[in-house]
């Protein structure tokens, strides 16, 4: 089995920064795409960043310029720097991850770790 285990997430005011990781353990033979998503209250859970692992990324428009995902392949671990917060970035944000196992391929998502922006 795999877990994913998100870290990171506070309550930080306006303009502040967090950086959350997330690391996947377990059976894990490879890994394709490594995304973060976030679920605002009473809103759907959106896309915010995935990076592939050939290290090509996609953000949602709203985080570009602010947010920077990456990966480090050895630890199997996606991380998400988040600068420039604002009050809407608020969330849950998740950590999802394509991963070959024992049973093939599957999406496999984290916890959520809860981000705050508010001063």
């Known amino acids: 089995q795999v877990q994913l285990l998100e870290s990171g997430g506070d309550l930080v005011q306006p303009g502040g920064s967090l950086r959350l990781s997330c690391a996947a353990s377990?059976?894990?033979?490879?890994?394709?795409?490594m995304g973060w998503y976030r679920q605002a209250p009473g809103k759907q859970r959106e896309l915010v960043a995935v990076?592939?692992?050939?290290?090509?990324?996609n953000y949602v428009d709203s985080v570009k310029g602010r947010f920077t995902i990456s990966r480090d392949n050895a630890k199997n671990t996606v991380y998400l720097q988040m600068n420039s917060l604002k009050p809407e970035d608020t969330g849950v944000y998740y950590c999802?991850?394509?991963?070959?196992?024992?049973?093939?391929?599957?999406?496999?998502w984290g916890q959520g770790t809860q981000v705050t922006v508010a001063s």
């Open positions: 990076v592939r692992s050939g290290g090509s990324t």
């Open positions: 377990g059976l894990i033979f490879s890994m394709n795409a």
């Open positions: 999802n991850a394509d991963v070959r196992s024992t049973g093939g391929w599957s999406y496999y």
